[in-house]
């Protein structure tokens, strides 16, 4: 697990959790750079930091003069993100995980289908 | 909201440090006056008994020798406390607003005249009022004693003016030494003054020149005497000046 | 960017005991800067020096491009807010407040009015009655409301509880993006003030030892925690800064990782935690003391 990465970084996957949680949507504003400083309490520049990322990305855009908006297709950009992510984040540390309990690759299986069942 | 004013000019500045010494009037305003109403009113309560205690016939004897009374002295020397608590609590207070050391003295001098202006005002009118009731009706004398002159007003005026600046710009110098040098620098001081003035009365006593000053003094009458103070007077403002110059608010 | 400050070879000697030395640094206009050091390692000296509060023994300074000693124009852009502040004992508390505006041009006295209220100041109260968490409130609302292009602030917030210390921290943040300004400050609590500072200073000793910015320093270290034997491995041929560990489990500050390295580590299941500001400033102030040791 890789909690040690930088703060902006952190912010901005603070956000591309709530656009992917749908708390954010599309073509809605988002608060200001300075709004995501005083609620985190870390310096502006940090946070602007974050915010220039996802623009970059293309998550996020700047409506000149109102503020910072929620790309159109910014969700779906961003679940696809995460699927390819997926198996380096989750899949990869749940094996060496299993790998070290002695579980084996049907075992897993198993144990997924059980947690599924409602 | 903000307005961003214009930074102020360098005479604003230097009132910006008067207006300072002024923001809390307590201790340069209104301690002063208590202390001089509370010696005022001791000062009322041994008149009254010696006028009423005399025998009318003795009266007018009783009351004379009340013109050598040092009672009013004390705030001329009251004045010099004023001043060294004055600087030693303001400096670096005023260091911390961003005051600079030549604005900070200019502004406190500023501040000792005007109120070496305001009580000697103050005492002259208490002097005419004192005369003019002979003595408060009880033949006391506080604000015309024989220290004050035997002028009239104008001149009991001057000598009141010229004695406040001295007690307050050499109390300043010495609050100077002291923030500059602390504890040991006043120290040294007083032991140089103290070795100045000795060696000068040791010096009169050896060249029999005492007869002399007294002369000197006489020849000069009142204000004439008082005047020469304002050669310390100008010497202790300026050294003060100086001497901050280079002091730093260590606390 | 331009510099609001210069120091250049900047020495202070007080007698025997060189509390600067040498310092050389530059401060960009608008950003949070931390000065972080150990008690006693020069930053309240450095600060003085930068306000003409005391006079350099050598080098330069040049604040707003001129030197700050005795210079009106300079000091009227600044603000300097620290802990020992003594104020006038028989002042009440509006008086400091009736006359800081007269010195500072861009001062807010609702800003002022509205601090007050937040860190409840009782206005007509004796300074010498004052609690020390109240004569450090003093401190901090004038620093804030006064606006000042450049201030600085030297632990002025220790006499506050923590709960007012926040409040100071959020002030200043909304205050500082709101109206952009050099600030400066000075700590050695570096946990408490880390997210918030943009650049960092570090001093040990009366030199600069760290001059760099927040983000990227962040990045210089990190923790891996593990096995023992995993954590050994992974280590290995890299720079430690530090050792820990407990039974099997070891836990060791490295320099450095870049992004390959982190995936190399956590695909050996190991885990990565981030190393704290006021750790990594610990680290590598020992290390610069073992570093002057051997380049002497």
Request: charged fraction near 20%; avoid cysteine; proline fraction near 3%.
């Amino acid at each position: 697990m890789d909690e040690s990465r930088p703060l902006f970084v952190q912010i901005a996957q603070q956000i591309e959790n709530d656009i992917i949680a749908g708390q954010m949507a599309e073509e809605t504003q988002v608060p200001s750079t300075n709004e995501f400083a005083a609620f985190y309490r870390i310096n502006p520049a940090t946070a602007l930091k974050g915010v220039s990322m996802l623009v970059d990305e293309g998550i996020l855009y700047k409506k000149r003069g109102i503020g910072m908006f929620v790309s159109s297709g910014a969700q779906a950009l961003l679940v696809g993100k995460r699927r390819d992510e997926f198996a380096a984040e989750f899949i990869r540390p749940l094996l060496t995980e299993a790998t070290k309990l002695g579980i084996s690759t049907q075992q897993l299986t198993d144990m997924i289908r059980k947690e599924e069942t409602p | 909201m903000t307005t961003i004013t214009a930074p102020a000019t360098p005479a604003q500045r230097v009132i910006n440090v008067v207006k300072l010494q002024f923001a809390n009037p307590w201790t340069t305003l209104i301690l002063p006056w208590m202390i001089l109403g509370i010696i005022f009113l001791a000062n009322l309560a041994v008149w009254a008994i010696i006028f009423t205690a005399a025998p009318l016939e003795d009266r007018a004897e009783a009351l004379e020798g009340l013109q050598w009374s040092g009672a009013s002295t004390f705030i001329f020397v009251y004045m010099m406390v004023v001043a060294v608590q004055t600087i030693a609590v303001t400096f670096p207070f005023a260091l911390g607003y961003g005051v600079t050391r030549r604005d900070y003295y200019l502004g406190s001098a500023l501040a000792f005249v005007i109120l070496s202006v305001m009580y000697s005002v103050g005492l002259t009118i208490l002097s005419v009022i004192e005369q003019a009731t002979n003595g408060w009706g009880l033949g006391g004398r506080m604000f015309t004693a024989i220290y004050f002159g035997d002028g009239g007003w104008v001149s009991r005026l001057f000598i009141f003016f010229v004695l406040f600046l001295f007690f307050f710009f050499v109390g300043a110098a010495i609050a100077t030494v002291w923030v500059r040098w602390k504890a040991n620098g006043l120290t040294a001081f007083f032991v140089a003054l103290g070795a100045v003035l000795i060696g000068a009365a040791a010096l009169i006593t050896l060249t029999s020149s005492w007869g002399q000053v007294g002369s000197f003094f006489a020849s000069s009458g009142f204000v004439g005497s008082y005047a020469w103070s304002l050669v310390i007077t100008v010497l202790a403002g300026v050294l003060g000046f100086f001497i901050l110059r280079r002091a730093t608010p260590k606390s | 960017m331009t510099s609001v400050v210069e120091v250049s070879g900047l020495t202070k000697r007080f007698g025997a005991v060189t509390a600067v030395d040498n310092v050389s640094f530059s401060i960009e206009e608008n950003k949070i800067y931390g000065l972080l050091g150990r008690n006693g390692a020069g930053k309240t000296t450095i600060m003085q020096l930068l306000t003409g509060q005391d006079f350099a023994s050598s080098g330069s300074i040049q604040v707003f491009g001129q030197s700050p000693v005795e210079n009106a124009k300079v000091l009227q852009r600044i603000s300097f807010i620290k802990e020992s502040q003594r104020y006038p004992e028989d002042f009440r508390v509006k008086h400091v407040f009736k006359s800081a505006p007269w010195f500072f041009a861009g001062w807010d006295q609702e800003f002022a009015e509205r601090l007050i209220d937040d860190f409840r100041l009782p206005m007509n109260r004796v300074i010498k009655k004052l609690s020390r968490g109240q004569l450090s409130s003093i401190g901090v609302i004038v620093g804030l409301a006064s606006r000042a292009p450049l201030t600085f602030f030297d632990e002025p917030y220790l006499g506050l509880d923590a709960v007012a210390r926040q409040i100071f921290y959020d002030r200043l943040l909304a205050d500082y993006a709101e109206h952009p300004r050099t600030v400066i400050l000075s700590t050695h609590l570096i946990d408490e003030v880390a997210d918030l500072l943009e650049h960092v200073l570090v001093i040990d000793e009366g030199r600069i030892i760290i001059d760099d910015d927040a983000e990227t320093l962040r990045g210089t270290a990190t923790t891996v925690v593990g096995t023992r034997a995993a954590v050994d491995a992974f280590v290995h041929g890299r720079d430690v800064l530090h050792r820990d560990g407990i039974g099997g489990l070891a836990s060791i500050t490295v320099a450095g990782l870049s992004p390959a390295h982190r995936q190399e580590a956590t695909a050996a299941g190991l885990e990565l935690s981030p190393v704290s500001l006021q750790q990594l400033i610990i680290r590598r102030t020992n290390t610069s003391e073992k570093e002057f040791e051997v380049s002497a």
